[in-house]
């Protein structure tokens, strides 16, 4: 993946989010910010999500900690091999919005 593939992927991604928390109704304000998305819960906490263009990697971080995702095999999948988007629906269920992301 060169650098402009990369920065469309992730903007799809984030469009994604978007889109799918919207469908669902959960209740949480997304800001895109250069190249930092934020999801904001009513009660002030944060899952942010930015990507590191240097290293082609996409990184997620709230209370659970903090996971670095690279494209590999068709999928967005951190060292253990978990998938971006499962880790995001952890991430939202740890701060009380459980949600599915397809």
């Known amino acids: 993946m060169n650098v402009a593939e990369f920065h469309e992927n992730i903007d799809q991604i984030w469009n994604s989010i978007e889109e799918q928390l919207e ?10 910010q250069g190249a930092v998305f934020n999801i904001t819960f009513n ?21 659970l ?15 253990d091999n978990l ?5 995001l629906a952890q991430a939202m269920a740890f701060y009380g919005e459980p949600v599915s992301f397809a």
Do not use: P, T
């Open 23 to 32: 469908q669902q109704d959960i209740d949480v304000d997304c800001e895109r």
């Open 83 to 87: 998938r971006f988007w499962d880790c």
């Open 43 to 63: 009660d002030g906490n944060q899952i942010v999500i930015n990507k590191q263009e240097a290293m082609l990697e996409l990184w997620l971080a709230s209370r």
């Open 65 to 79: 900690g903090g996971l670095h995702f690279a494209y590999r095999d068709g999928d967005w999948l951190n060292h």
